[in-house]
């Protein structure tokens, strides 16, 4: 199983940004597909998780600029930002809990992580 993430970079504050992730390989079913986000000198922390009951969970920091939404026929998450700040500049991983099998445990998967640079 890998995640691929596209769509970060470069981009100027005030501007949305929408990262993209899918997950390919052997899978059976994704329960949880998000992101996570690490800031230089800071632990990794949550930005979104979407379950595939639809319930999600926000970071604390999260204030409403952030939304997740997935495509479960394609095992993709997408993640949007609005209004972006400069301190949204982080590198942003996939994550992804999912099944192989229909006898396999869940785990916990992650994409290796795209980088976005917020300038003012």
């Known amino acids: 199983v890998q995640l691929q993430a596209s769509g970060g970079g470069l981009v100027q504050a005030g501007g949305p940004l929408t990262l993209s992730c899918a997950a390919s390989?052997?899978?059976?079913?994704?329960?949880?597909m998000g992101w996570y986000r690490q800031i230089p000198g800071q632990l990794r922390e949550l930005v979104a998780t979407?379950?595939?009951?639809?319930?999600?969970n926000f970071g604390g920091f999260v204030k409403g600029r952030y939304t997740i939404t997935r495509d479960d026929a394609k095992n993709s998450v997408l993640l949007q930002i609005d209004n972006l700040k400069p301190e949204d500049s982080a590198v942003y991983y996939c994550?992804?809990?999912?099944?192989?099998?229909?006898?396999?445990?869940?785990?916990?998967?992650w994409g290796p992580g795209t980088q976005v640079t917020v300038s003012s």
């Open positions: 994550y992804a809990d999912l099944r192989e099998t229909s006898s396999s445990d869940a785990r916990d998967y």
């Open positions: 390989g052997n899978i059976f079913r994704v329960d949880i």
């Open positions: 979407l379950t595939a009951g639809g319930t999600t």
